[in-house]
């Protein structure tokens, strides 16, 4: 931006730098500093070539846009900084008012006048720094040092806009943990590492050869200690970049805050927990008679259903267009649908309750009774009540959501697995001999296969065929849990002799990897979703996550 002064164009110095190259400021991301000593920050200019060739075609005001290199802002002039832009070009004066032919005044002639224009000699004062200004200045100085001068402070505001929502809560239970892990800090140096160590600290042609047939995680140090008579004799250091990288590595996956959830809210021990298609909401059953539906980023408890009995085994419906969720209490399995879901979900919910019961005669009663829930029980979400022979110890869906399996381990009966369709309520056992103690099932995620898990194999069955293909054995004395991968091609499961048996459905039916990372009785198994990640929880208080990368074409790494 220019000023036109006396005829003469000006540059207008809008920051506060000061009288400087602003070729100075090119590399730093700010311009000047404000009154408080502040820096005053360049705005941000993301565009590239292709937006500036759009602002060039549809912004009517591109051709009187500048940029002002004191603020590095764009300015778009006015119609006045225009007109006086072209007259500068056609060689014009700036102002208009400008009389360039006005008469001229001649102030030196070839007439001798009496006094000069000016003779006037130039003051002292503009030789030597103004005593007052020095003077002013120590008072500033002083004052600021007392504290009874202090910088300008911008209000914050966000006291009022914010508030904790937990701070009414109890918090004697996260007062035991240690929230806070800070970073490792590298070890001092010691005698080894000095440039002139002591006789005793440096190898011998045995401890060198030694030292360098060890393996790198197996050295005591990661180098050899060398001595020179001066400082100036020691070189650079061969490994200090590598050496360097692995600390930034170490600080990178150091985690610096342990976020913790606690869900508190039952009375008794909880046997089951299952977790909704959409992760936004978790399903609890306890031995307190209750089901408990909680929101899974807030922890918040957001219903609670009194099924009036221990509670064995939760499973949330896989299915994201349901919103359905089975409940093991003693012999009875329970339909709920919670209202957690929206108007379309709930709709197809209700369509799939709704359906009719399958033409049977009275006569022929099967070992499993539908009943639909009435009163009190409906009112809080239950739906369908299965009335089993024996206790039922697990309940797992079908990927589709419309079959439902249960299991009751019993050595003398062939009534242990249960398959139920709940669009057309009936139930069918599928084995009718007895394979040994069950104890868990699972529907493969993609193709008609089931999962059933004994003591000791885990028996695979091809439903479309109604026969077995595959029996993998699990080499550990009593199998406890099983989970298939949403792939279908391989499965883990966990035993009670500290063992976790991962299965490659195309390469044999002996476990491919055996993991004994447990201590005592490994309870449960699970794999991710989307990650290559599978958990183990044990007896011993411990949940393991590890990675295990799965390649399709290629052999199976953990």
């Not at 099932?441 to 000791?456: A, D, E, I, N």
Request: net charge positive.
């Amino acid at each position: 931006m220019y000023l036109v002064h006396g005829g003469v164009v000006l540059q207008d110095i809008r920051n506060t730098v000061g009288n400087i190259p602003m070729e100075w400021y090119k590399d730093f991301p700010h311009i000047g500093y404000n009154l408080d000593g502040k820096k005053i920050l360049k705005p941000i200019r993301n565009k590239d070539e292709l937006d500036e060739f759009l602002d060039k075609m549809e912004d009517p005001d591109y051709w009187r846009t500048v940029h002002d290199k004191q603020t590095g802002s764009d300015i778009v002039l006015s119609d006045e900084q225009v007109a006086l832009v072209n007259r500068l070009q056609r060689g014009q004066f700036g102002d208009v008012n400008f009389n360039e032919y006005q008469p001229q005044v001649e102030f030196f002639s070839r007439d001798v006048m009496l006094h000069p224009v000016t003779n006037r000699p130039a003051d002292k004062r503009s030789f030597i720094p103004s005593l007052i200004e020095k003077d002013k200045v120590s008072k500033l100085v002083h004052a600021i040092k007392m504290g009874w001068i202090k910088p300008r402070r911008t209000e914050d505001d966000s006291r009022g806009r914010y508030y904790d929502l937990w701070a009414n809560e109890d918090s004697s239970i996260l007062a035991r943990h240690k929230m806070h892990l800070p970073a490792p800090k590298v070890p001092l140096p010691g005698h080894q590492e000095s440039y002139n160590p002591p006789p005793e600290y440096l190898f011998t042609d045995e401890e060198r050869a030694l030292w360098e047939q060890q393996d790198a995680s197996d050295r005591k140090t990661p180098f050899v200690p060398r001595k020179f008579s001066s400082l100036r004799q020691v070189p650079a250091f061969p490994r200090f970049l590598h050496e360097r990288f692995e600390r930034c590595l170490d600080l990178y996956l150091c985690p610096r805050q342990r976020k913790m959830r606690v869900y508190r809210g039952h009375s008794g021990l909880v046997r089951s927990i299952s977790v909704s298609p959409s992760g936004q909401w978790l399903a609890s059953g306890s031995d307190d008679g209750s089901v408990r539906f909680w929101e899974v980023r807030s922890s918040r408890c957001v219903r609670t259903v009194q099924v009036g009995g221990a509670v064995k085994s939760v499973a949330w419906n896989p299915n994201p267009l349901l919103c359905l969720l089975a409940v093991a209490r003693d012999s009875v399995v329970l339909i709920l649908s919670p209202p957690l879901a929206d108007r379309q979900v709930v709709l197809s919910t209700e369509r799939l309750l709704s359906g009719q019961r399958e033409a049977e005669s009275t006569e022929e009663v099967g070992p499993v009774t539908w009943t639909d829930a009435e009163g009190e029980e409906l009112s809080q979400g239950i739906n369908l009540k299965l009335q089993h022979p024996k206790a039922v110890h697990q309940v797992t869906w079908h990927a589709k959501g419309d079959y439902l399996a249960s299991v009751m381990p019993d050595h003398s009966s062939h009534l242990q697995v249960f398959i139920h369709q709940v669009s057309r309520r009936r139930s069918q056992n599928p084995f009718r001999k007895n394979k040994g103690l069950v104890q868990c099932v699972s529907f493969h995620p993609v193709r008609p296969y089931f999962f059933v898990g004994t003591q000791r194999s885990v028996r695979i069955y091809n439903l479309v065929k109604q026969e077995m293909s595959k029996k993998l054995q699990a080499n550990s004395k009593w199998i406890s849990s099983m989970a298939v991968h949403p792939g279908g091609d391989h499965v883990i499961c966990g035993s009670y002799d500290c063992r976790l048996s991962w299965f490659d459905l195309d390469l044999s039916t002996k476990p491919y990897k055996m993991l004994r990372h447990h201590k005592k009785a490994v309870r449960g198994v699970a794999f991710h979703r989307l990650y290559p990640l599978f958990a183990s929880a044990s007896d011993d208080g411990s949940v393991i996550v590890c990675h295990g990368t799965v390649y399709r074409y290629q052999r199976h790494t953990p």
